[in-house]
């Protein structure tokens, strides 16, 4: 399915409700929300290293994942889009850096999650798979190298799109 396609699907879904709706909705652009969502980003960010430190980093890969998507939801509503969809959000932020309205690589969103990925999720690096692995199987924490790779990739994306937002 096409970008486009995909995005007609997702705000044909955001129609359908008021609050509780699956897709894509246009709403006014708002300064306290963009803010309340780099708020939660920032939240989510500490709890990674929090959960390392009290010997649940398995929740870190969790908490990896939700750091950058609260950023990407945060730029969505800075181009007056609500999303309550992940698939819908990677799939506008994919249409925002096609169109050139963001200075944001389709490898650097393909980090975070790429749709087209057909490896093992076990054996996948995307930070999206990471928390689906760690979240659905077993494991109980990070070897500390995997950690601190996670991390750093996790700060790297943080700042590029922080800047994205605050522009």
Known sequence: MSIK??????FKEGEKSKERHKGLRKIDISEEIINA???????????LTSFKEMGFSDWSASAAFYTL????????????IES???SCTFAYIEQLIEDKKID??????????????TDDL???????????????STKTSFEEDEFNELKN????????LRIEVEK
């Open 122 to 136: 076990a054996h996948s690096n995307k930070i999206l798979d990471l928390r689906e692995n760690y979240q659905y």
């Open 84 to 86: 309550r969809n992940q």
């Open 69 to 80: 998507y609260h950023l990407l939801l945060a730029l969505l509503i800075k181009f007056g």
């Open 5 to 10: 396609d995909k995005l007609k699907k997702c």
């Open 37 to 47: 969502h780099i708020k939660k980003a920032n939240h989510n960010f500490r709890a």
């Open 153 to 160: 990739r996790v700060k790297n994306l943080y700042d590029k």
């Open 104 to 117: 944001l690589s389709k490898n650097e969103l393909k980090e975070i999650f790429d749709k087209n990925i």
